[in-house]
Antibody
Framework: QVQLQESGPGLVQPSETLFLTCSVS????????WSWIRQPPGKGLEWIGF???????TYNPSLLGRVTISIDTSTNQFSLKLTSVTTADTAVYYC??????????????WGRGTTVTVSS | EFVLTQSPATLSLSPGETATLSCRAS?????VAWYQQKPGQAPRLLIY???NRATGIPTRFSGSGSGTDFTLTISSLEPEDFAVYYC????????FGGGTRVEIK
């Protein structure tokens, strides 16, 4: 069965760039859609964006200009880059496999999440 | 702007009781999903397409509704069901509701 694992630095300096990777095992990344979601401490879920196996992306408008999601089918990984981070970007970041068919959209397999703290 | 509103914010019930959670969308969309999240864990998909149970989800979880009003029902609450529940839809881009916490009374 498909499993996802997030990795990346747990601490990022304000104004710097956050970079996370999601490693997919038990299946091919080349046949689905893949999302990033985050959850600030004590708060709800916020969808960040998704990428298709062919590299097409859609992002949360509130993060446009700062966020980039990329995919590497040779390593079965996809990545999140978030620039100019502030303390408001402190959160647990999740990656998830995404089912997308017209308006039908849901995330059926999630990673365990990785905590990112923005602080000097 | 598209908004998903969940109610109540908190539901206090005893094991064995039935939980009824509501999700109201500001725009018509029949494709809601529901997730369960326990402390320190990632969300888990329960229901997709408003009423389809995800793989491995017990039959005590059921989803219903269409248009703008959706309901997640948990029949005969088990101890492991006390958690936070989120509804989720894609309207231009995906959003989550604010969540309903189901706590032990």
């Amino acid at each position: 069965q498909v499993q996802l694992q997030e990795s990346g630095p747990g601490l990022v300096q304000p104004s710097e760039t956050l970079f996370l990777t999601c490693s997919v095992s038990g299946g091919s990344i080349g046949s689905d859609y893949w999302s990033w979601i985050r959850q600030p401490p004590g708060k709800g879920l916020e969808w960040i964006g998704f990428i298709s196996h062919s590299g097409g992306t859609t992002y949360n408008p509130s993060l446009l200009g700062r966020v980039t999601i990329s995919i590497d089918t040779s390593t079965n990984q996809f990545s999140l880059k978030l620039t100019s981070v502030t303390t408001a970007d402190t959160a647990v970041y999740y990656c998830a496999r995404t089912e997308l068919s017209g308006p039908l959209f849901y995330m059926d397999v999630w990673g365990r999440g990785t905590t990112v703290t923005v602080s000097s | 702007e598209f908004v998903l509103t969940q109610s109540p914010a908190t539901l206090s019930l005893s094991p064995g009781e039935t939980a009824t959670l509501s999700c109201r969308a500001s725009h018509v969309n029949n494709y809601v999903a529901w997730y369960q999240q326990k402390p320190g864990q990632a969300p888990r998909l329960l229901i997709y397409d408003a009423s389809n149970r995800a793989t491995g989800i017990p039959t005590r979880f059921s989803g219903s509704g269409s248009g703008t009003d959706f309901t997640l029902t948990i029949s005969s609450l088990e101890p492991e069901d006390f958690a936070v529940y989120y509804c989720h839809q894609r309207n231009n881009w995906p959003r989550f509701g604010g969540g309903t916490r189901v706590e032990i009374k």
